[in-house]
C-alpha cells in the first residue's frame, strides 16, 4: 500500500530532551515536506527537500533541523525541544515539481513539550 | 504576503443538505489550487485544479476555480455524516519550493 509513514504518532516530552521523527515514503517520491499545523495558523512548511542531499528551509524552521540521506527517509531533528514546538506535525510527499505537486500526507505525529 | 483565506470557518448541516465552501487567495505566483480533507489525522487528497472553469467531480463533492476572480468553492451535495471533517484548501505557488499555503480550514459537522 502506497503511504507515508510517521513515527511516533505521540510524544511527550521536556524541554532541551533532543528528539527524532522520523519519516519514510514507498512511492519513489522525490520531494518530501515537514509541516507542522497548530490552531487558527494552519499547516506551515517548516522544510522540504526536492531530492536526496537538497533540503531548504520552508516558513518555520527555527528550531528544527532535518537531513535526506536517502530517497525514502526524512526525518525531523529537534535539537532543543521547547514548549512553543508543542505541535500536531505532518510529514508529506509529493512525485515532485515536474508533476503534478500532489502532496500526500502522513498519520501526524502529536508532540508535547512540557 | 501570499495568504489563503476560507469561509466560513465553520458550518453545521443536517443529512440531505448541500453546502458551499470558499476559498480565497492572494499570491504572487499561482500553480495550482488544492482540497483536501481532514478527519482527525492525515489530510487526504480531494482535487486538484489548475484551469478557471473546469469542474472537477468525485461523486457528491465537486470544485472549481475561478483565476480572475481568485477563488474556488468546494460543494457537497446530499451531505452524510460521514463528510463531517476539517476541509483544507491549499494554494501552490510557482516557485521552485512545491511550497503550499493553507488556509485556516472550514470545519463541517453533519448532523443526522
Known amino acids: 500500500e502506497a503511504q507515508v509513514t510517521q513515527n511516533p504518532r505521540y510524544l511527550i516530552t521536556v524541554t532541551g530532551k533532543k528528539l527524532t521523527v522520523t519519516c519514510s515514503q514507498n512511492?519513489?517520491?522525490?520531494?518530501m515536506s515537514w509541516y507542522r499545523q497548530d490552531p487558527g495558523l494552519g499547516l506551515r512548511q517548516i522544510y522540504y527537500?526536492?531530492?536526496?542531499?537538497?533540503?531548504d528551509k520552508g516558513d518555520v524552521p527555527e528550531g528544527y533541523k532535518v537531513s535526506r540521506k536517502e530517497k525514502r527517509n526524512f526525518p525531523l531533528i529537534l535539537e532543543s525541544p521547547s514548549p512553543n514546538q508543542t505541535s500536531l506535525y505532518f510529514c508529506a510527499s509529493s512525485p515532485g515539481l515536474a508533476y503534478k505537486n500532489i502532496q500526500y500526507f502522513g498519520a501526524g505525529t502529536r508532540l508535547s513539550v512540557l | 504576503e501570499d495568504k489563503v483565506v476560507q469561509s466560513p470557518l465553520s458550518l453545521v448541516v443536517h443529512e440531505g443538505d448541500t453546502v458551499t465552501l470558499n476559498c480565497s487567495y492572494e499570491v504572487t505566483n499561482f500553480r495550482s489550487l488544492l482540497w483536501y480533507k481532514q478527519e482527525k489525522k492525515a489530510p487526504t487528497f480531494l482535487f486538484m485544479l489548475t484551469s478557471s472553469g473546469i469542474e472537477k467531480k468525485s461523486g457528491r463533492l465537486s470544485s472549481i476555480l475561478d483565476k480572475k476572480e481568485l477563488f474556488s468553492i468546494l460543494n457537497i451535495t446530499a451531505t452524510q455524516t460521514g463528510d463531517s471533517a476539517v476541509y483544507l484548501c491549499a494554494v501552490e505557488l510557482s516557485s521552485n519550493t512545491g511550497k503550499l499555503i493553507f488556509g485556516q480550514g472550514t470545519t463541517l459537522q453533519v448532523k443526522p
Open positions: 527537500s526536492m531530492n536526496v542531499e537538497v533540503t
Open positions: 512511492m519513489n517520491h522525490e520531494y
